[in-house]
């Protein structure tokens, strides 16, 4: 219970502090007091700190929508890799090595390389229509004879993962589009060039992904205790892995048209706090949600501040941050509850 | 009185080759049947038929009065509770979590709920489990959990495939009394056992099974006969009285 509020707070703590740092560091740096009074001056509040035109730029038209779409693709992305998780009942579900991403990435860029520069909300729709196809290609290949196999799956997903990148990399070379964004943009990540516009797209289908789980949280929990002890257990258990992978699509297809593939969210935030919250997915949601959009914030605020003048892609600083804290996880909880089996 | 479970002629095979042959059998409220048989006599087919993980070739499969494919799967877990051979959990659920899950089909409040569980996991003997990592039981503390999980579905008819195989002597003894319990609540029980000892102490009646077929139903008594077990089980067997109390021993002869 008490290590429970401790992360509960630990992360409302996180998110505060990244936003804020977020909005203040950069090229331009900008004094969190001089942000609070920017933030406080669109809510017609004055509190009484001189702000320069360019200060408001900088904090409301570029950093803030870029901060919040991070934290938007890392919700989804979190709580989309502790969907697949439970859907598949594999603690390797993640949107990258199931090649989920790639899908929805390779959608994406079809998207806009044929509606092109008319294509507003083109890239999500094209993200989602790709994630689906690809986890659509994942259960048939990995499902044998009722059941998902652990091994196949991952082996699916790796080959998935790869012609994918290998289709975005030679489209984004091949087709002239000025609304196509680059091969490195696709396959590394990046949040450069955040709108409002795109923040409010990419929010409303990440939510729309993210408000069908709660519906199927309890259902979830005994889907990992088996397919078939959920089905002797009441659970109509093709109709929850639907409803769980379409909600995934959904989270993923936006999450990538967005910001690109964008590797380890959806691994590292819902293992760490499954180590604290245990695998109950009514808290692990929420929580998974929290630290996925906290990871993401953190690995952007680094890809802008790190290489300054130019940016780090953001992909590569998840892995170079995720990698890591996920492999120190894999042996904590080894050593706390034993082999994956 | 509507039978809890009513197997009509039920058949099913895989690949031209008959897994359960033509079988008809019945479970009634308070009564504990025992199914036992050979390897490869259609036990485990069997049960796999009465939970619905597969669908019946031919025949009907009614629980409580029910045709199984006219229930979804709500209707059916309230009707029959199923325990597998083993559960395999790759998340670290603690062992009451597991126990919870098995009310799942019911409309009861949480504070029911935990009582029902908590009392179960005491009847059990996995009080001292509660808040341990299911994934890291011994086999026996994994099948009582889960035993624990399936009673508090307080489902009137309640399947179980081998309950006592990971167990030892006095945990098998305590699932056959909590069995015998049930059964005087009311509720049905079908009993694959491998222990024909087992089966002949428990059992208010005992389906034998050979090849798919049921070859023998009835009381301890008529089904377990020296000739007709030796026969099925093909090892000479001999049959005879307990000497400490009523009912039967079964022995392996040599030779």
């Not at chain 1, 690109?260 to 590292?268: E, M």
């Not at chain 2, 008809?24 to 390897?39: A, F």
């Amino acid at each position: 219970m008490k290590r429970t509020g401790s992360l509960w707070i630990a992360l409302g703590a996180g998110l505060l502090a990244l936003l804020v740092a977020n909005l203040a560091m950069g090229a331009f740096s900008i004094s969190p007091t001089r942000v609070v009074a920017v933030l406080g001056d669109h809510i017609g509040l004055d509190l009484g700190v001189d702000i320069t035109r360019s200060d408001d730029a900088v904090v409301w038209s570029i950093r803030l929508p870029r901060v919040l779409l991070a934290a938007v693709v890392g919700a989804g992305l979190g709580v989309a890799g502790m969907t697949l998780q439970a859907a598949f009942r594999n603690p390797l579900g993640e949107a990258q090595i199931l090649g989920v991403s790639g899908g929805a990435a390779t959608g994406a860029v079809l998207a806009v390389a044929l509606v092109g520069a008319a294509g507003g909300g083109a890239a999500p729709v094209g993200g989602v229509i790709g994630a689906a196809l690809a986890l659509w290609t994942l259960t048939s290949v990995a499902r044998y004879r009722g059941r998902t196999e652990v091994a196949t799956l991952v082996l699916a997903g790796v080959a998935l993962a790869a012609v994918t990148a290998a289709v975005v990399g030679l489209i984004a070379v091949v087709v002239d589009n000025d609304e196509l964004r680059s091969a490195p943009f696709w396959l590394l990540g990046a949040l450069s060039g955040a709108t409002w516009k795109e923040l409010w797209i990419t929010t409303g289908v990440v939510a729309a992904g993210v408000a069908v789980v709660p519906l199927l949280a309890a259902r979830l929990d005994l889907l990992l205790l088996g397919e078939r002890e959920a089905a002797h257990l009441g659970v109509d258990v093709k109709q929850v892995r639907l409803a769980a992978l379409g909600a995934t699509a959904l989270m993923t297809g936006a999450a990538v048209a967005a910001a690109g593939i964008v590797g380890f969210v959806g691994l590292v935030a819902p293992h760490a706090v499954r180590a604290v919250l245990g695998p109950g997915h009514r808290r692990l949601l929420w929580a998974s949600l929290a630290a996925g959009a906290l990871f993401v914030m953190a690995a952007d605020l680094v890809a802008r501040t790190a290489a300054t003048p130019t940016e780090a892609p953001l992909g590569v600083v998840t892995a170079i941050v995720g990698g890591p804290l996920f492999l120190w996880l894999l042996r904590r909880t080894r050593a706390q509850y034993g082999e994956w089996g | 009185m509507t039978a809890l479970l009513d197997l009509g002629g039920v058949s099913y095979g895989v690949a031209a080759r008959g897994l359960v042959n033509d079988l008809t059998l019945g479970v009634d409220p308070g009564e504990i049947v025992t199914l036992v048989g050979p390897n490869g006599a259609g036990k485990t087919t069997t049960v796999r038929l009465v939970s619905g993980e597969v669908e019946a070739q031919g025949g009907t499969i009614r629980l409580g009065g029910g045709e199984i494919g006219s229930l979804n799967a709500l209707e059916a877990a309230r009707r029959r509770a199923v325990l597998p051979q083993q559960t395999t959990v790759r998340f670290p659920f603690l062992a009451r979590d597991i126990v919870a899950m098995g009310r799942f089909p019911l409309d009861t409040d949480r504070e029911t709920d935990f009582e029902a569980c908590r009392a179960m996991m005491r009847r059990t003997d996995t009080t001292h489990l509660a808040e341990s990592f299911y994934p890291v039981l011994s086999g026996g503390e994994q099948a009582r959990v889960n035993l624990a999980r399936v009673l508090v579905q307080e489902a009137p008819l309640i399947v179980l495939d081998e309950p006592v195989s990971a167990m030892d002597v006095r945990h098998e003894l305590l699932v056959m009394r909590l069995l015998r319990e049930a059964a005087d609540d009311g509720a049905g029980c079908l009993v694959v056992l491998h222990d024909l000892n087992l089966a002949a102490a428990n059992a208010d009646r005992i389906a034998l099974m050979h090849e798919g077929r049921l070859v023998a139903v009835g009381s301890v008594e008529e089904v377990l006969d020296a000739g007709l077990l030796s026969e099925v089980y093909q090892q000479p067997l001999s049959v005879i009285p307990h000497p400490e109390r009523d009912g039967l021993l079964v022995l392996v002869r040599d030779g």
